[in-house]
């Protein structure tokens, strides 16, 4: 809080907080570079993560995945439940979208790291909670989150396929609305996520709401000739076209 009562909004972080940042990531680097063990960067990150400042939170999860990026495969699995449990924990953090924005990309460098193995129960922990941030109203979070989904679906496996495949057959208005979000970016991470799930989509029971007229409209025809091969299966089964 300012000299005026004024309390600091998460989302107007100054130019010195984020050289500050830069400072600490080219420090994380440094200390590995030094050898330093990795436990005593994650111990001091954790501290940082869970503390009741929103710009020190997203500062640590920053510096997470400075690690994640930074640190040897070996070693990152070796720490990987004490960073699975902070970076779900920024996934909830309600009160600062660029803590949860963190979370979501540096998850993404871990599960890519570790090749999805020995998620446990955090799989269902990141699924259910990607799930919610694909509608986000932020489109950095909402880029993120469908990459993430995407990798989920790679290493769902058979141990999670059917709880995946449900939370993907709950997440198909989701899929089809963002095929065509207002932000390019996103639309182009959708139907990279959408080819991802086509294996774990089930056709919808509901009668087909176009009409054979509407099917053959020449217009719509033209907009689906942009799609590509594996969106078009998704909507054939789910009966949308």
């Known amino acids: 809080m300012d000299m005026q009562g004024h309390q600091p909004d998460c989302k107007s972080i100054t130019t010195e907080l984020e050289e500050r940042n830069w400072i600490e990531q080219v420090s994380w680097k440094l200390r590995l570079q030094k050898r330093e063990p990795l436990k005593n ?3 001091i990150l954790a501290e940082r993560a869970r503390d009741p400042n929103a710009e020190k939170r997203h500062l640590a999860m920053r510096g997470l995945g400075t690690l994640a990026r930074e640190a040897p ?17 920024g996934l909830y953090d309600t009160l600062c979208s660029e803590v949860i924005h963190e979370s979501v990309k ?42 993430l989904f995407g990798q989920l679906a790679a290493f769902a496996g058979r141990k999670w396929k059917k709880f995946f495949t449900h939370q993907v057959n709950q997440t198909q208005d989701s899929l089809l609305t963002h095929l065509q979000d207002k932000s390019p970016q996103v639309a182009k991470a959708c139907k990279m996520t959408v080819r991802a799930c086509v294996p774990y989509l089930k056709p919808r029971r509901e009668q087909c709401f176009q009409s054979e007229e509407d099917q053959r409209n020449p217009r719509l ?12 299966l998704f909507l054939y089964a789910n009966k949308i076209l």
């Open 106 to 147: 540096t998850l993404t460098i871990m599960l890519g790291k570790i090749q999805g193995q020995g998620l446990g129960s955090f799989f269902i922990d990141i699924t259910l909670q990607t799930r919610t941030l694909l509608d986000d109203e932020n489109d950095n979070v909402r880029y993120s989150a469908f990459v």
């Open 41 to 43: 960067v994650v111990f």
């Open 73 to 89: 495969d070996k070693q990152v699995r070796r720490y990987k439940k004490v960073f699975l449990d902070l970076l779900v924990h």
């Open 221 to 232: 025809s033209r907009q689906l000739s942009h799609y590509h091969p594996e969106v078009l």
